[in-house]
C-alpha cells in the first residue's frame, strides 16, 4: 500500500476512535448476555467452554438495553459514508456475533422459556440504520 505516513496515521487514528466508541457504547451490551466466572482459570471453566459461556443473565435485560442504546445512537449524524458503513460493519460485528453465540449457546443448554424477541438478522438490519441523522 502506497500511503502517505499521514493517511497511515490518520487511519490508525480513526481506527482507535472507532474501537473505543465502540469498547464505551456497545461493549456494555454485551455484559447483559455473558457474565465472568470467578472459577474460571486460564480462560476455560472446568467443563472446557470458553471463558464467559458458565453463566447468563437475562435476554429480557439484553434487549432492554439493546433499544436504549440504538435509540440514544440512532439519530447520530455521520457525514462521511465510508467512515459510516465502517462503524456499522463494526457494531454488527461485536453486537451481533455475540448475540448470535449467545443464543446457540442458549438452545443448546436447553433454554427455550423465552424466545427472543429479535433474531440476529433483525439486528443486524436496524444497526445499518445507524447514523444516517
Known amino acids: ?9 490518520e487511519t490508525s487514528m480513526t481506527q ?8 464505551v457504547s456497545w461493549s ?8 465472568e466466572n470467578p ?3 486460564l480462560g476455560k471453566t472446568r467443563d472446557g467452554k470458553p471463558f464467559g459461556f458458565r453463566r447468563y443473565l437475562s435476554l429480557d435485560r439484553f434487549e432492554s438495553e439493546f433499544q436504549r442504546t440504538y435509540t440514544n ?9 465510508d467512515l459510516r458503513q ?8 461485536k453486537v451481533v456475533t455475540h448475540y448470535s453465540m449467545y443464543l446457540e ?3 443448546a443448554r436447553g433454554m427455550h422459556n423465552q424466545p427472543p ?11 445499518d440504520e445507524l447514523f444516517e441523522g
Open 1 to 9: 500500500m502506497d500511503l502517505p505516513s499521514s493517511a497511515l496515521i
Open 16 to 23: 482507535r476512535y472507532i474501537d473505543t466508541y465502540l469498547h
Open 28 to 35: 456494555p451490551l454485551l455484559s447483559c448476555l455473558f457474565i
Open 39 to 41: 472459577s474460571i482459570s
Open 73 to 81: 445512537h440512532k439519530f447520530w449524524k455521520v457525514p462521511n459514508p
Open 86 to 93: 465502517r462503524l456499522r460493519q463494526a457494531i454488527v460485528q
Open 105 to 107: 449457546e442458549r438452545a
Open 117 to 127: 424477541k429479535s433474531t440476529p438478522e433483525q439486528l443486524k438490519e436496524l444497526l
